[in-house]
């Protein structure tokens, strides 16, 4: 992917994530804050607008304000700076890695946006069957999560290096000469 491409689609795929949440935000606030939660299909989806003042499954939230100021906007924002510029200016990053970082960047970003205009990220989205439910969660959270989850092959099979693609191919192009040549 070339230089100018990566600045492309991380700009576009970073404003999509970040004004579709923003949004989203807004209209839960406006529309579902103060109310119970509604269900659909038979409780497997809800809409229960929430406040999270920490992080992942209010992670942190019992710290106090100064604190999570230093973990969840300094810390992450520094963290998310840095994967930006590994994105953007590293020669050896593969598409894969690219597109799921980005999306972890995105949003990211959004719920940091969260946690400085309002001290805590609006969520609203809930799953479960019974008593067996996700975490309230939001459309940045659910960008994080698919980049995480583009992310799992590389966690679970690693990625073959350039010299053992070669050393395969060379192998491949030995075998072929040597059974032609018998």
Known sequence: MSHKSRWLWFSVLTIVIVSIDQWSKIYAIENWKGLPPRTFFNDLFRIQYAENPGAFLSLFAGFSPELRFWLLIVMTGTMMLGMTI??????????????????????????????????CVIDYFNLGIGSVRTGIFNIADMAISAGFLLMLPLILFGEKSSSSKEATKSSTDATATGS???
């Open 86 to 119: 590994y994105l953007l200016f590293s020669r050896t990053v593969s598409t894969l890695v690219f597109f799921a970082f980005t999306l972890v960047v995105g949003g990211g970003v959004s719920n940091m946006i969260d946690r400085i205009r309002f001290e």
């Open 180 to 182: 032609t040549a018998s």
